[in-house]
Each structure stands twice: as structure tokens, then as C-alpha cells.
């Protein structure tokens, strides 16, 4: 049997399967981060990368991947992804 793709699995109940998390994106940052806005659901990524080729949005999976202690293939773009709104995914077992 497989463990939790992610940390936070094990304090979900069984019902859940994925996550779906709001994100306001700002590229060309000095510094990668990802932190959540107090009071309102939304995170806030800063990403080093430029908004050109899909670099940004490799970024930001690899930084939300790092952040909920999964694999990158368990987070996805599920909307906005020529914007600086998305809406992310983060798979569950």
C-alpha cells in the first residue's frame, strides 16, 4: 500500500481528495516565496522566474509542491494560467 503523496493528507479526513488552493502570482521577484494572505484563503507567490514559456507556472509548481511536502505531479494549474490569479490543485491519495 502507498503512503500520503502529501503531509497535510494525514489531517485530512478520508473524504477529501485534492485541494484546491487560490494563488495571486507576482513574477521577476527578487526572491521566491510562498506565503498565505491572512484572513481571506488566498496565497501569494513570488516567483524569480519571468512570465515568459510557461516558466513562472513551472516555478510555482515546484514551489507549492516543496511548500505541502508533495510531488510536483500531484499539483496542477487548474485555472489561470496566463494570469496572475490561478487556481492550483493539489491531488490527494
Not at 44 to 51: D, G, M, V
Not at 62 to 80: E, M, N, P, Q
Request: glycine fraction near 8%; include cysteine; charged fraction near 25%.
Amino acid at each position: 500500500m502507498r503512503g500520503p503523496i502529501c503531509k497535510w493528507e494525514r489531517r485530512l479526513s478520508n473524504s477529501m481528495a485534492a485541494k484546491t488552493i487560490q494563488v495571486k502570482v507576482k513574477p521577476n521577484a527578487r526572491a521566491s516565496s510562498l506565503e498565505e494572505v491572512v484572513g481571506g484563503g488566498l496565497w501569494q507567490a513570488h516567483l524569480k522566474s519571468p512570465p515568459v514559456a510557461g516558466k513562472a507556472n513551472e516555478e510555482l509548481v515546484t514551489l507549492v509542491a516543496k511548500r505541502f511536502g508533495c510531488r510536483k505531479s500531484a499539483v496542477s494549474i487548474k485555472r489561470g494560467a496566463s494570469s496572475r490569479l490561478k487556481l492550483v490543485q493539489i491531488e490527494g491519495p
